[in-house]
């Protein structure tokens, strides 16, 4: 096959891989300026542009509420599985224990279970902390999930780190804490991010959890709050204000991610350090 006819295919492919990728996402943005009869006429090009169901959503009922209740959710989220897992790759990667790669073996199962297998045994430990209806329900809930994939993916790349780096601290007196904080940390950005950004949005997108420990409208939310926005009467569904709510909640995740998009890279592609 000529190298012309596979670099047109190369390119054509990645041009439906972008469409199909990006094409949801823009006509939601479409449908949401529109708004009456013009939600349901299909257009592929802005024909319409009218601000009334970004008021709705933003002015309102509580959605901005629902919009600082994830905020809140996905930021201690973030924080408490990376510090947690920073903690524990420099114990799994540097110091040597029996059973260390079955605990790791361990840690990586715990995430593959699915939330339904364990929506249960979930919900009577928020009952029995008394954290029913409270963000700090959220909060347990998706630590379970986040920390394991943190814990494996910092103790990867630490374990990558130059042993040279931690002999010279240690030389120089440094205690175990003051290596992780000030030695390995700075080294870390890249993977950090990385796992910061992806615990960040699967807290941020949760659903299952956020519907069964929450039931009222002030602690929910971002994605239970728009599956529950509800019409003028019970047989009509609001497109329009359901749509302008999924593009409020999705570009400040666009935006996280282009502006650490080459932190993103690094950090996948990390393990090539070798000491």
């Known amino acids: 096959m000529p190298a012309f006819v596979k670099r047109t295919a190369f390119y054509a ?23 009456g009869t013009a939600l349901f006429r299909v257009d592929y090009l802005p024909t319409d542009f009218s601000l009334a ?3 709705d959503v933003l002015v309102n ?19 408490i599985s990376l510090f947690l897992a920073v903690t524990a790759a420099y114990a799994l990667s540097r110091i040597e224990f029996r059973g260390r790669g079955i605990l790791l073996l361990t840690i990586l199962a715990v995430s593959m279970f699915p939330q339904i297998a364990v929506l249960a045994g979930l919900f009577e430990l928020v009952r029995l902390f008394g954290l029913y209806n409270s963000l700090f329900s959220l909060i347990l809930a998706y630590m379970i999930f986040t920390l394991p994939f943190t814990v494996w993916v910092l103790t990867t790349f630490m374990r990558d780190l130059p042993v040279e780096i931690e002999e010279a601290a240690i030389v120089d007196g440094a205690k175990p804490m003051t290596i992780v904080m000030k030695v390995f940390l700075p080294l870390m950005w890249p993977a950090l991010v990385t796992t910061g950004l992806l615990a960040f949005i699967a807290a941020w997108n949760e659903f299952l959890f956020a519907l069964t420990f929450v039931s009222s409208n002030d602690t ?3 994605p239970v709050a728009i599956a529950l926005l509800s019409g003028a009467s019970e047989q009509e569904i609001p497109w329009g204000t359901i749509m302008a709510a999924s593009v409020v909640v999705t570009v400040p995740l666009i935006v996280l991610v282009l502006i650490f998009q080459r932190k993103i890279v690094s950090g996948l592609t990390a393990g090539g350090v070798k000491g």
Do not use: C, D, E
């Open 13 to 35: 492919l990645v041009v439906l891989i972008v469409l199909f990728s990006i094409f949801p996402f823009y006509y939601a943005i479409l449908t949401s300026f529109k708004s």
């Open 61 to 79: 009922g509580v959605f901005p509420l629902n919009i600082l209740n994830s905020v809140i959710v996905a930021f201690v989220v973030v924080a």
């Open 220 to 222: 929910r939310t971002v």
């Open 53 to 55: 169901n970004y008021r």
